[in-house]
């Protein structure tokens, strides 16, 4: 912020949905994350727990057509959802979710 510079945050659905402290903290990070400029990109709903199993390691795909379903607009309507309860306008969240449908990042692919 002081050197003007900003970011792009990708972010995970599931953890801002819901009444908890924990996603109310998260939704006002992205709140401040969208009016301090930055960008938002979809790391998936649910950071793809769906594959995971009782043992490691949990970071194996299943499959591309199962793993891309917890992409795009599955995201987008727990992000968006989100920031309308957190007051922000239609036009910044239609904007987060045409962002959100170009920028992904793929959770675990910091692994190599």
């Known amino acids: 912020k002081k ?3 900003s970011a792009t945050f990708f972010v995970i659905g599931q953890r801002v949905e819901g009444d908890s402290k924990a ?3 998260k939704r006002q990070m992205m ?3 969208v009016e ?3 960008v938002i990109g979809d790391h998936s709903y649910d950071h793809m727990k769906h594959n995971f ?16 379903q917890w992409f795009g607009q599955k995201n987008i309507n727990a ?3 989100s920031m309308i309860k957190a ?5 910044t969240i239609n904007n987060i979710a045409r962002t959100m449908l170009k920028i992904k990042r793929l959770p675990f692919t910091d692994n190599w």
């Open 3 to 5: 050197f003007g510079i």
């Open 23 to 25: 996603a109310d903290s």
């Open 31 to 33: 709140v401040r994350m």
């Open 36 to 38: 301090e400029g930055h």
């Open 53 to 68: 199993d009782t043992a490691p390691p949990w970071n194996v795909y299943r499959g591309v057509k199962d793993d891309l």
């Open 79 to 81: 992000v968006n959802q």
């Open 87 to 91: 007051g922000l306008s239609t036009e």
